[in-house]
């Protein structure tokens, strides 16, 4: 992620007065002209129950987020957002976007690549309180997660297909110039056979950092949410490294009760298909409590079955406010 500079944390200080001060004004001028400004805080319980090390507990300040979206005209928007996350101070996005028609168009600066539909899928929806570990260590080998780049998106027959090509620097936004030929490339297709279900395609190709050499990676994922209840379903499949492949797959589904919603998740992940049985399983099962639109509570209790290795057990609980 890109780091923000002593001078650029002055910077956003003042831009966030900036904003506050921009809400009031520009809604009282004009209900077409805004600036508004919202943000998150997840504050998470942390606690190992068996294995890993337990037993450890403890409060994290997992995500604190101050996010401004500013629209000039329908057509064009601008938005940044920066984050204190466990008081590390990070640029998380700055993108301008031009939309002339609603089948097509253009969005540039740093934001998230198109790929994966657990890391587009904003974390304050996800149904568990993280993301897996499918996701994690497809990150971690660079494939996923915000980038410096231009995208084009759009959706045509009445929504029902939704497209998103980028082209990205390929070093995950850890410079702010880019002076090499290596770059990433995202390839995103999403399909609604009906209003509540879609179902998507992806792959994205970037150089791998040590050798140079082309690594890709593809998936397929699924979406469905109709009443109280919501599915959800990814596989990804990619280079580790050029030559060794690498899989995972995760299934969700939750059902809301009111103000409860119970959850379960099953994930298998494998680093090396040639050795499959070498992988691990993660098993999660909770609850969510809907406290008021902008406030809720998140409890996973969650099981991690490694090949040699003992069951880790642990609880997590996050409460979550804002919009």
């Known amino acids: 992620m890109a780091r923000i500079t ?23 001028k004009s209900t077409q002209y805004q600036f508004p400004v919202n943000g998150y805080v997840h504050a998470q319980w942390e606690q190992a129950l068996a294995g890993a090390g337990a037993p450890s507990y403890g409060f994290v300040l997992r995500r604190a987020r101050l996010k401004f979206r500013h629209s000039f005209v329908e057509q064009v928007r601008t938005e ?8 590390d101070l990070e640029l998380k996005d700055a993108l301008a976007e031009f939309r002339p028609w609603t089948a097509l168009g253009f969005r540039a600066g740093l934001g998230k690549t198109g790929f994966s539909r657990e890391e587009l899928t904003p974390v304050s929806d996800l149904l568990f309180a993280e993301r897996g570990v499918t996701n994690d260590e497809f990150e971690d080998r660079g494939y996923l997660g915000r980038d410096i780049g231009l995208a084009a998106s759009g ?30 490339f995202c390839e995103r297709v999403t399909f609604r056979p009906a209003d509540d279900l879609e ?3 992806n792959a994205t190709q970037r150089n791998d950092s040590l050798t140079g050499r082309l690594v890709q990676a593809f998936g397929l994922d699924a979406g ?18 050029p030559g060794q492949w690498m899989l995972g797959g995760t299934a969700s589904a939750g059902y809301r009760l009111g103000a409860i919603e119970p959850k379960l998740r099953a994930e298998r992940f494998c680093p090396d298909l040639g050795d499959f049985g070498s992988g691990r399983m993660t098993l999660a099962a ?11 509570l998140k409890a996973d209790l969650s099981v991690d079955l490694r090949a040699g290795e003992d069951a880790a057990l642990g609880l997590l609980v996050q409460a979550q406010a804002g919009i």
Do not use: M, T
């Open 199 to 201: 179902l998507g395609v």
């Open 6 to 28: 002593p001078a650029g944390r002055v910077a956003a200080v003042a831009i966030a007065v900036l904003c506050a001060a921009g809400v009031s004004e520009a809604s009282s």
């Open 80 to 87: 940044l957002e920066v984050g204190f996350d466990e008081f």
């Open 155 to 184: 959706e045509l027959f009445e929504d029902r297909l939704g497209y998103e090509f980028g082209v990205y620097n390929g070093n995950r936004a850890r410079l702010a110039r880019d002076d090499n030929n290596a770059k990433q």
């Open 286 to 296: 909770g609850a969510n409590w809907f406290l008021h639109k902008w406030l809720e």
């Open 224 to 241: 469905w949410e109709a009443g109280p209840a919501r599915v959800e379903f990814e596989a990804l499949c990619g280079e580790a490294e």
